[in-house]
Structures are given as structure tokens and as C-alpha cells.
């Protein structure tokens, strides 16, 4: 287990790391008085979601510098424990440890959705609260939801309304034939229930949708099955290194059916390479944003690490201080004021054009999505601006409400 503690405050000043969270606390010479408020950080490191598991560490450990810089929570440090989540068993075990034994006053973190669950499960038995920031899955949010869970990452509507609007303006969908490899756990299995509801509602047609296995490193088959198909579109519902290894080989096999997806994170781009990388890509933020909040966050990351940040990094340090202000703002840590708090409206600066807020019916942070796509390979300047972004995805005018509009998963009940 690892423990974050603070850092001098001159050190982080010097990095560039103000950001728009407001006010935390009071001043920190008050910080000890009650010794340090401990949250629980649980993430994968391992595996086929293990490099976006690193990004986001790095993301909460520059969180807690910048939180305990600008004087913690009420005077008192921010502390995480960092455990590897590993699989849904070891996160629901360590998860329930952190609570019983170590007495965090919350958790955040994960990526897979089926091991976000089981956190869940453990933060709803003991009425601790949890900050969902990377599992997408719908149900989440639907029939699993649960009163004591929050979700700072987009869910799988929020990219299929998002990166729909893009194919839907490039005329791609109606009478369009589509593929859609998808990850074989719940995540994609979500994921492809809501594409093809996607597909069904605006005409177009799925000629395949493979599950492929979370530990795939050979796709030859799929391919050969794509060249046999000759879509229109090729989505994939892939996560982690699957997008990563399927973009390379769909490359290597020559490939050029327009492709995309309705899940992405930029590290599979990075990690691609700007030969392999193409198409266009929904994103719940990126270091190509062009405002000043994200920038200073960029400076601030790159500063830190030598590398720009993924989304995954921007999506648990943005829990992280969701969670600090929101334990200001009511003067504590308790679970109940803290769900009336988040249920209440209360918004929160994103580095994005809109503040964000929860939705009270099913705990999701409701929030600007975009579109990133590709540069051809002789366009890019380096390894990390290999894309461009769009602006927000709709419209300022738009409710955010609109892009969870469809969403599957079922009912959220937090009675049930």
C-alpha cells in the first residue's frame, strides 16, 4: 500500500499548479489539528487496463499536492492510500480493508467497470462514499446504481450520443453496414447493447460485433472477417491495450474502412503510434483543450511527470477535488451530508466551458464531452499531439441532460 502526503507549497507554486476549484480550507497552520483526512485510491496496475491505472495515480498524487497546498481540507492534509485493484474479487477485498481497517473517509478510483461494481457493493454495505472515475458501464448508473457511488467518469450513453453526433453528421449511419469488435467483459458487453440501440434508432446495420477477450493480442482472425465484411464502419468497443494492439494490426493488415469507436482513451493513441492511429474518437477530456484551466493542468502534469496528461489522470485528480470541495463546503466527512451535498446541485469547475454537476436520479457528473481525430502521421510535430479536438460536442444552448438521452442498463433505484 502506498501513502501521499503533502509537499511544500513553494515547490508546487513554481509548477504551475493553480487551478479552479476554489478555496479549500482554512489556513495551513490549522492543517494538523486534527490530523490528515485519509481517502482510499484504488486502481488497476496491472494488466490489460494497467498503463491507464499509472496515469491515473499520477493524477491523484498531483491532486493531493495541489489540494494540501492550497491548505487541505478545513486545515487538515489530504492523505490516499494506493492499492492495485487487480481484478473485481481483490478490489472488493482491499476495498473493504481500506474502510474496516484503515478508516478512509472514502474511495476513488478503478477503470473496470466490473470492479467498479464491486466497490460499490462494498462502499454501499458501509455506507461509505465512492468516486467512480473510469468505469463507463450504463448499468452502473441503471439497474447496478447504488446510493453511496458517484461517477466523475462519462458513462457509455454520454460517448455514444457524443461520438454519434459526429457520424451521424458525416453521414455514416443510416444504410451504413457497421463492425464492432467490443470487449468481452461488462464494460463492452454495455457498450455494444447501447451501439446497436444506436444503430437500430438510426438505420444503420451491424454486420458484426466479435467479443474479443480482455488478454487478446492476436486479431488476425477479426481482421479477416472485417476484409470478408467490407463495412462501412468499423467501431470498436475495446479498452486499454486492445485498441492499442487492434490499431496496429489493422494497419499491418492494410485496412483503410473509416474506423472509430464509442470508447477511447488517449493513451491507446499514444501508445498506437502516429503511423497506426486514425479515426475519430470520443474523449471526456484531453490536453488539446484550449483553456486556461487546462492548461495549467497540462504545464503542471508535465512539469511533474515529463509527459502530458491522459484523460484518465484529468479524471481522478478532478475526483480528488470534487471530493476535497465538497468536504469544505460541508465541513466534514459524513457519507449522508456528503450524498446531499453532491445531490444538491452543487457545481464544479472541469477545465471546461460549463461547470459540471451530479444528476441526482442516478449519480453521474453530468459534463462537456468531445472529439478527438487523428492527424495524418505527416502533420504531427511529436509523439503526443498526434490528434485535434473539437469543442464541446454539443451545444451551449443544449441541456447536458441530453447526452445521457437513450442510455441502457436499466432503471436507477436507490431504494432498491
Not at 476554489?22 to 481517502?39: F, K, T, W
Not at 457524443?162 to 458487453?189: I, R
Request: proline content about 4%; charged content about 20%.
Amino acid at each position: 500500500m502506498t501513502l501521499t502526503r503533502k509537499i511544500n507549497r513553494r515547490s508546487i507554486l513554481r509548477s504551475g499548479g493553480v487551478f479552479a476549484m476554489g478555496a479549500l480550507a482554512a489556513p495551513s497552520i490549522l492543517r494538523a489539528q486534527d490530523g490528515p483526512i485519509v481517502i482510499g485510491h484504488l486502481t488497476p496496475r496491472t494488466g490489460f487496463l494497467g498503463p491507464l491505472g499509472d496515469y491515473a495515480v499520477r493524477g491523484a498524487d498531483l491532486a493531493v499536492e495541489h489540494i494540501n497546498a492550497d491548505g487541505g481540507i478545513m486545515g487538515r492534509d489530504l492523505q490516499i492510500l494506493k492499492e492495485d485493484s487487480v481484478n473485481p474479487q481483490t478490489a472488493s477485498t482491499k476495498a473493504e480493508r481500506m474502510i474496516e481497517r484503515d478508516k478512509v473517509a472514502a474511495i476513488t478510483g478503478e477503470i473496470s467497470s466490473s470492479s467498479t461494481l464491486a466497490i460499490g457493493q462494498v462502499a454501499e454495505r458501509t455506507g461509505t462514499v465512492f468516486f467512480n472515475t473510469g468505469g463507463n458501464s450504463d448499468t452502473l448508473r441503471g439497474a447496478d446504481c447504488k446510493r453511496h457511488m458517484f461517477h466523475v467518469e462519462t458513462q457509455n450513453a454520454m460517448y455514444l450520443n457524443g461520438e454519434g453526433f459526429h457520424f451521424l453528421n458525416a453521414g455514416l449511419v443510416e444504410g451504413k453496414k457497421w463492425y464492432l469488435p467490443t470487449a468481452d467483459y461488462a464494460f463492452g458487453h454495455d457498450l455494444l447493447e447501447g451501439a446497436k440501440a444506436f444503430l437500430k434508432r438510426n438505420g444503420g446495420e451491424v454486420v458484426g460485433d466479435d467479443l474479443v477477450s480482455t488478454d487478446a493480442t492476436d486479431f488476425s482472425a477479426i481482421m479477416l472477417k472485417i476484409q470478408s465484411a467490407k463495412p462501412d464502419v468499423v467501431a470498436l468497443n475495446l479498452a486499454g491495450t486492445q485498441i492499442t494492439g487492434f490499431l496496429k494490426q489493422y494497419s499491418e493488415f492494410g485496412l483503410d474502412f473509416p474506423i472509430g469507436g464509442f470508447g477511447f482513451d488517449t493513451q491507446s493513441a499514444w501508445a498506437a503510434g502516429p503511423q497506426n492511429f486514425r479515426g475519430t474518437w470520443p474523449s471526456v477530456w484531453n490536453h488539446r483543450i484550449d483553456n486556461d484551466e487546462s492548461k495549467a493542468f497540462t504545464k503542471a502534469f508535465s512539469d511533474k511527470y515529463g509527459l502530458p496528461p491522459e484523460n484518465q489522470a484529468w479524471s481522478d485528480y478532478t475526483a480528488l477535488k470534487i471530493m476535497a470541495k465538497a468536504m469544505a463546503d460541508i465541513g466534514g466527512t459524513d457519507s449522508n451530508a456528503l450524498i446531499e451535498y453532491l445531490e444538491g446541485g452543487a457545481k464544479f469547475d472541469l477545465m471546461k466551458n460549463r461547470q459540471g454537476y451530479f444528476n441526482p436520479s442516478n449519480h453521474q457528473l453530468l459534463q462537456e464531452v468531445y472529439a478527438i481525430t487523428a492527424l495524418p502521421e505527416s502533420e504531427t510535430e511529436n509523439e503526443w499531439d498526434i490528434f485535434t479536438t473539437s469543442g464541446p460536442v454539443i451545444g451551449p444552448e443544449e441541456p447536458l441532460e441530453a447526452l445521457i438521452k437513450d442510455a441502457v442498463g436499466g432503471t436507477c433505484s436507490f431504494d432498491a
